[in-house]
């Protein structure tokens, strides 16, 4: 039972590059979310899926896309790095509904992106 | 928006209380507890429902008062291994607007 997994680790980008960031898990959640954290700033919401088959915009969703794939997996991507992306980015499931519902959330171990 | 935490950052010495305040300027329903330790994921402490509830976990307790807009957690009789970064995330009345504040880091020293 792994939890949480998210791919890669890390990663660097240049400016304008594009890439997709992996998130999967296998408690048999509905819902699931991408977070930022940035130091000083906490953790800020980009976007979350509720249930399969929906997903909605969270505090920070300018410059990112997501897709539900199926109810594994939850994938966000940078169409077009900019250097105010650099971060470290978490993904989260929880048993259901939105963000700060009456479950708790699970984390994946994060990812750590640089854009030059 | 983002719920304010005090204090920023805090040291303590093992076996020595401490108390972290989490306030919103909205009517809150829930209030979550999660600890980040460096370089790793934010975990679940607990959650506190619209109520006034007070939980507990391990020597780790958290009260909400929902008048006043706020939570605190109690960490009594600290240990090394409760050094790190704790958050709340608040959810409002609404049931729309989720936000984590800024953390307090705390660091126990023997």
């Known amino acids: 039972n792994a939890g949480v997994t998210q791919t890669p680790k890390f990663q660097v980008l240049k400016t304008g590059q594009s890439m997709t960031l992996q998130c999967a898990q296998d408690?048999?959640?509905?819902?699931m979310y991408w977070y930022r954290q940035d130091p000083g700033m906490g953790l800020r919401l980009i976007y979350y899926?509720?249930?399969?088959?929906?997903?909605d915009k969270g505090e920070v969703p300018n410059g990112y896309n997501v897709s539900r794939l199926n109810k594994r997996e939850f994938s966000l991507r940078l169409e077009s790095a900019a250097p105010s992306q650099t971060s470290v980015y978490f993904c989260?499931?929880?048993?259901?509904?939105?963000?700060?519902?009456?479950?708790?959330?699970?984390f994946g171990p994060g990812t750590r992106l640089t854009v030059t | 928006q983002q719920p304010v935490q005090s204090p920023q950052a805090v040291i303590l010495r093992e076996g020595e209380d401490a108390v972290i305040n989490c306030s919103s300027s909205?009517?809150?329903?829930?209030v979550h507890w999660y600890r980040q330790k460096h370089g790793e994921a934010p975990v679940f402490l607990m959650i506190?429902?619209?109520?006034?509830e007070q939980k507990g976990h391990e020597k780790i307790s958290a009260s909400f008062n929902e008048k006043k807009q706020q939570s605190s957690l109690y960490l009594t009789a600290s240990q090394l291994s409760y050094s790190g970064t704790y958050f709340c995330?608040?959810?409002?009345?609404?049931?729309?607007?989720?936000?984590f504040g800024t953390g307090t880091s705390l660091t126990v020293i023997p």
């Open positions: 989260a499931s929880s048993q259901q509904g939105s963000p700060g519902s009456s479950y708790e959330q699970y």
């Open positions: 408690m048999n959640h509905n819902s």
């Open positions: 899926s509720a249930s399969e088959g929906t997903t």
């Open positions: 909205k009517a809150l329903y829930s």
């Open positions: 506190l429902l619209k109520g006034g």
């Open positions: 995330g608040t959810l409002d009345n609404t049931g729309n607007q989720f936000y």
